[in-house]
């Protein structure tokens, strides 16, 4: 699985650095991200910490298609007694859809896969995304993010609310 992950991610940045030279269009963002553990999740973890990569391509107008990867882990609880749950570990690979609504605003909808560490295997993963991108020069900006992450498997779900802050160029 690691495997396929590392071969995804090299082709996805080796094929957006050559259309970064030949199309405008395409842009790339990478930034920090914290994330609050909510519902049942919340009580075996707390607060996420990571970092994520995403590459957008403009196909008209207000409306881009994404593809997004990063690292998030969020920190285990305590359960008493001298036990406490594992750090969760997720590699989200996720495909979405951003229409920008007015100005800088947007909403990004993404949908697809989350790897968990510790054998917790491969889940559904689905995000609502509501952001703004502040422009800076020469087509570079900063994306200012809210989020939630859901994953899902054997009727378990996993969500958290997170923040976003990233550099697009």
Same mark, same amino acid.
């Given at each position: 699985?690691?495997?396929?992950?590392?071969?995804?991610?090299? /082709?996805? +940045?080796?094929?957006?650095?050559?259309?970064?030279?030949?199309? #405008?269009?395409?842009?790339?963002?990478?930034?920090?991200?914290?994330?609050?553990?909510? $519902?049942?999740?919340?009580?075996?973890?707390?607060? @996420?910490? @990571?970092?994520?990569?995403? $590459?957008?391509?403009? =196909?008209?107008? /207000? /409306?881009? +298609?994404?593809?997004? /990867?990063?690292?998030?882990?969020?920190? *285990?609880?305590? &359960?008493?007694?001298?036990?406490?749950?594992?750090?969760?570990? =997720? +590699?989200?690979?996720?495909?979405?859809?951003?229409?920008?609504?007015?100005? *800088?605003?947007?909403?990004?909808?993404?949908?697809?896969?989350?790897?968990?560490?510790?054998?917790?295997?491969? $889940?559904?993963?689905?995000?609502?995304?509501?952001?703004?991108?502040?422009?800076?020069?020469?087509? #570079? &900006? =900063?994306?200012?993010?809210? #989020?939630?992450? @859901?994953?899902?498997?054997?009727?378990?779900?996993?969500?958290?609310?997170? =923040?976003?802050? $990233?550099?697009?160029?």
């Amino acid at each position: 699985m690691k495997k396929i992950f590392a071969v995804i991610a090299i /082709t996805a +940045i080796c094929s957006a650095a050559h259309a970064q030279n030949d199309d #405008k269009k395409f842009h790339f963002s990478v930034g920090p991200e914290v994330g609050f553990a909510t $519902a049942d999740f919340s009580n075996t973890h707390s607060v @996420g910490i @990571g970092a994520t990569i995403q $590459a957008e391509n403009n =196909i008209g107008g /207000t /409306t881009s +298609i994404t593809l997004t /990867t990063g690292y998030m882990s969020y920190a *285990g609880k305590s &359960a008493g007694a001298g036990i406490k749950y594992k750090a969760a570990g =997720i +590699i989200p690979l996720k495909a979405g859809i951003k229409y920008f609504l007015s100005g *800088g605003f947007y909403g990004l909808a993404q949908l697809g896969a989350g790897f968990f560490n510790n054998n917790g295997g491969t $889940a559904f993963a689905y995000s609502p995304v509501v952001g703004y991108e502040f422009n800076a020069n020469s087509g #570079k &900006a =900063i994306d200012a993010s809210l #989020k939630y992450d @859901g994953y899902s498997k054997n009727n378990a779900n996993l969500g958290s609310v997170g =923040i976003r802050l $990233a550099y697009k160029f």
